[in-house]
């Protein structure tokens, strides 16, 4: 039993002293070795659906010659990043007028096609008279492409009106909507394409913008839907056409087919890119707007030297909202430039790991899932500070204060967030995610991590000490062994029965 119970002791040892060297050998700095910098898709479930959404952040803001805008609100932002250049009461609810055309064209164009043909009807005729018009006519057929230059270009409320009841009687499967119940369908999706886009301070009653206590926006929001409505190349062509003069529905059918269809010339009322003395020559839509209430609006864009600009302007007194779009395109032009502050895949640092499977690495890469880009003051990029802080979940910090990452992290998965800062103030703040798959540590690859990298951990300085620890242990249990071993001898050894030929039975001898 004695014997049974050494050996276990025995192996016990072992085991645990091929732990210990397995520790050793190594150092406790990062090791990138054969690490994976691919990312999973990591899209938030409660964005899945929208792939053209828009987060807006602030840049740095302490840029110079910052323009002095007439606006009750307003807002400058580059797309591609989501930078806000200049805001002024970006969020304040205001009434967006026929800004309000563009959202209806996004909704448009997620139930229709360029080239599908609509058949006009009473519905042109649910607008108020003093409503800005395309001129369409009961019965006529036209294409969606040139409804939608007929709602951005003229801005016509009647367009406004033909797509809400095409969109709606789609989506019901049912052509004898009346116009009421078409409105309030569309109403219905107008806001929620607006807050699948990220929308805080926003809600539509109707497809056109005309005066309705309960149709409001704001800067910011609308914003939002102008970067989205650029991400559609039709849409993006006709909100910088000057005009539009053709057949409605392009020529397609003789009248003597029986199809009625009408012929257009339309005129742009953006004074940004028609030629007139507010023209500004980088200018390339989008949208204008006006009733009493929301006072003189325009959403613009810029393009130059391969970069976009956004401006919303509401409540400009003409010619307040030109003047105001240009200046803010100058300012953003010339005093921000473009600042990549990180790309996808990129390794930011790896971390050193814990309770993890060694056999796979002892650190992590630490990546972002997609290009960082910011725009900052012309002339600070070079001073931006980026830190790391790790979601606790996944920290492990040890009595030294050294920082490790635990197991087990999914490939992709968010573990942390990076900040970038310029004097201690915050540019961005973005999320920062695992390059590959930690499995947590067994002591079946514990065992296989010892064996599989034993020569480079025994001839370390470390692995030699461990050796030494373990050649004494081994010593010490041959001579614990040893020890049992006589001693159990001499016991056995001390009382024998001998058996003498002169006389019957034995006599016991005791033997010292």
């Not at 016990?12 to 910098?37: M, T, Y």
């Not at 095409?166 to 989506?171: G, I």
């Not at 206590?213 to 190349?233: G, I, Q, R, V, W």
């Not at 062509?237 to 087919?257: H, L, T, Y």
Request: hydrophobic fraction near 40%.
């Amino acid at each position: 039993m004695k014997k049974f119970l050494l050996k276990k002791i025995s192996l016990l040892l072992i085991v645990i002293l091929s732990f210990g060297i397995a520790g050793c050998g190594k150092k406790d700095e990062p090791i990138s070795e054969n690490i994976e910098n691919d990312v999973q898709d990591t899209t938030p479930l409660d964005a899945a659906a929208v792939s053209d959404a828009f987060a807006l952040h602030a840049a740095f803001s302490q840029a110079n010659n910052v323009p002095e805008v007439t606006a009750q609100t307003a807002i400058l932002v580059e797309p591609s990043s989501g930078t806000i250049l200049f805001e002024k009461g970006a969020k304040e609810k205001m009434y967006p007028a026929s800004t309000t055309k563009m959202i209806t064209a996004l909704v448009t164009m997620d139930y229709f096609k360029e080239d599908e043909l609509i058949t006009i009807g009473s519905e042109i005729n649910e607008v108020s008279l003093d409503s800005s018009k395309a001129g369409h006519i009961v019965g006529e057929t036209i294409t969606i492409k040139n409804l939608i230059r007929g709602l951005i270009i003229p801005s016509g409320n009647d367009t406004a009106n033909v797509l809400a009841a095409a969109v709606a009687k789609r989506v019901q499967s049912n052509d004898n909507l009346t116009f009421a119940e078409s409105q309030k369908i569309f109403a219905e999706l107008m806001n929620k394409r607006a807050k699948e886009l990220g929308a805080v301070n926003t809600h539509f009653t109707n497809a056109h913008g005309y005066h309705d206590e309960n149709h409001y926006s704001c800067a910011y929001d609308m914003a939002l839907f102008a970067c989205a409505y650029l991400e559609n190349s039709t849409l993006k062509e006709i909100a910088n056409e000057k005009s539009f003069a053709g057949n409605g529905a392009d020529n397609m059918f003789q009248q003597s087919e029986g199809m009625k269809t009408q012929n257009y010339a339309w005129r742009s009322h953006n004074l940004l890119i028609t030629d007139n003395e507010y023209n500004y020559s980088y200018a390339s839509g989008i949208k204008t707007g006006f009733t009493n209430e929301a006072g003189d609006c325009v959403a613009a864009a810029a393009e130059k030297d391969g970069e976009t600009l956004v401006a919303i302007i509401f409540n400009s007194p003409d010619p307040g909202r030109w003047l105001d779009g240009k200046n803010l395109f100058e300012f953003g032009f010339n005093e921000y430039e473009r600042a990549e502050l990180g790309k996808t895949a990129e390794v930011l640092e790896s971390m050193p790991l814990t309770k993890h499977n060694r056999l796979e690495g002892d650190t992590l890469d630490v990546v972002f899932n997609q290009d960082v880009v910011t725009y900052l003051p012309t002339g600070t990029s070079d001073g931006v500070e980026k830190t790391i802080v790790y979601d606790e979940k996944y920290l492990d910090v040890n009595k030294d204060g050294v920082s490790k990452l635990k197991a087990p992290i999914a490939k992709g998965e968010k573990i942390g967030t990076a900040t970038f800062q310029i004097d201690s103030k915050t540019v961005l703040s973005e999320d920062v995610y695992a390059g590959r798959e930690v499995t947590k540590g067994t002591i079946l690859s514990s065992i296989k991590y010892f064996f599989k990298n034993f020569t480079s951990i025994v001839f370390s300085k470390k692995g030699l000490m461990g050796l030494a620890g373990f050649i004494v242990v081994i010593v010490l249990i041959f001579i614990i062994f040893r020890i049992v071993s006589n001693r159990r001898k001499r016991y056995s050894r001390g009382y024998t029965f001998q058996k003498h030929s002169s006389r019957k039975g034995g006599r016991r001898r005791r033997r010292f």
